[in-house]
């Protein structure tokens, strides 16, 4: 029930992004972006990151990870030093957690630190524009 309701707002989120006048939603080239502070919404499950490509301008990173998976995943973000800079505690089915950080302008890696799920595909790119 939790997962139709998240699923249900999800997309009542996605479409209103997309009706805006601010560029907001999804990318041609399949990112999801959000100004500075706005929310990304971001789906884990069995292997994959749904959008594996985020983007943000400004440089507060809000992330609402949800996991539509029958297996435990996190989200977790590694800055280019290889240091990971935000993180979600362990997520089981149908668990979501909100993660907060100041980032700097860049590129990070999004992943789940779970042994084995970065290279089974879980992984995915976060840029941050800073303005």
């Keep these: 029930m939790r997962t139709r309701l998240f699923l249900a707002l999800g997309l009542v989120l996605a479409l209103a992004a ?3 006048s601010d560029g ?4 041609d080239g399949g990112a999801t972006d959000a100004a500075g502070g706005d929310a ?14 985020l ?20 989200l ?10 935000m993180a979600t505690a362990d997520l089981s089915t149908d668990e979501t957690e909100t993660i ?18 970065e290279s089974l595909g879980m992984s995915g790119t976060l840029t941050v524009s800073g303005s």
Aim: glycine share 10%; with cysteine; charged share 20%.
């Design 18 to 20: 997309c009706s805006t």
């Design 24 to 27: 907001g939603g999804a990318t």
């Design 40 to 53: 990304l919404t971001v789906t884990v499950s069995d292997f994959m990151i749904d959008p594996s490509d």
């Design 55 to 74: 983007e943000v301008a400004g440089t507060t990173v809000t992330i609402d990870v949800v996991n539509d998976g029958p297996t435990p995943h996190n």
């Design 76 to 85: 977790s973000v590694r800055d280019a030093d290889g240091e990971v800079v």
């Design 100 to 117: 907060t950080a100041e980032l700097e302008p860049g590129e990070y890696t999004i992943f789940c630190s779970l042994d084995g799920h």
